[in-house]
T-cell receptor, first 114, second 110 residues
Framework: EPEVTQTPSHQVTQMGQEVILRCVPI?????FYWYRQILGQKVEFLVS????????KSEIFDDQFSVERPDGSNFTLKIRSTKLEDSAMYFC????????????FGAGSRLTVL | EDQVTQSPEALRLQEGESSSLNCSYT??????LFWYRQDPGKGPEFLFT???AGEEKEKERLKATLTKKESFLHITAPKPEDSATYLC???????????FGSGTKLNVKP
């Protein structure tokens, strides 16, 4: 069964450092997403991406965040200067189309900022 | 403001003891309501999509229903392997993002 793959599974970084989280979405999917889940809290939307540009973003997704699809398979989330409050599980998801279409989530990347 | 509220926060059941989880939502123009299962340390796993009031979907011991204001996930004769956090999410018309509830953590004791 096709799956969304995320790396690393866990990253520990110092406050102020840059972090890049990587995702390989399902190959025939066109829409890509990043969500995050702070421990014990809701899954929160960060950004959606289609046709090589951001289609929607939340208030959380400020100038410290960026996304990129550098090639035909990878989808990355960059945090330029991490803060303690960025510590969370980051989930990548993809869907075949927009609309009420199923999101398939990856297993997540746990980010710990010290 | 769009909101999704799930209850109860946690539910303990004995194996075979049926129950229901609730998801109340407030959204302008519902495109779809989704149920996901999340195991500890893992990403949400899709269970059901419901599009309109009155719709029902079933899968093994799970049945999801939808009204104009809420959705129920009914669990019939649960087994320990059904233990997980069940998440409800709504998607608004003309938007891509999903709004998630806080989830119901289900624990089924043998």
């Amino acid at each position: 069964e096709p799956e969304v793959t995320q790396t690393p599974s866990h990253q520990v970084t110092q406050m102020g450092q840059e972090v890049i989280l990587r995702c390989v979405p399902i190959s025939n999917h066109l829409y890509f997403y990043w969500y995050r889940q702070i421990l014990g809290q809701k899954v929160e939307f960060l950004v959606s991406f289609y046709n090589n540009e951001i289609s929607e973003k939340s208030e959380i997704f400020d100038d410290q965040f960026s996304v990129e699809r550098p090639d035909g398979s990878n989808f990355t989330l960059k945090i330029r200067s991490t803060k303690l409050e960025d510590s969370a599980m980051y989930f990548c998801a993809s869907s075949a189309s927009v609309g009420a279409n199923v999101l398939t989530f990856g297993a997540g990347s746990r980010l710990t900022v010290l | 403001e769009d909101q999704v509220t799930q209850s109860p926060e946690a539910l303990r059941l004995q194996e075979g003891e049926s129950s229901s989880l609730n998801c109340s939502y407030t959204v302008s123009g519902l495109r779809g309501l989704f149920w996901y299962r999340q195991d500890p340390g893992k990403g949400p796993e899709f269970l059901f999509t419901l599009y309109s009031a009155g719709e029902e979907k079933e899968k093994e011991r799970l049945k999801a229903t939808l009204t104009k204001k809420e959705s129920f996930l009914h669990i019939t004769a649960p087994k320990p392997e059904d233990s997980a956090t069940y998440l409800c999410a709504v998607q608004r018309a003309n938007f891509n993002k999903f709004y998630f509830g806080s989830g119901t953590k289900l624990n089924v004791k043998p």
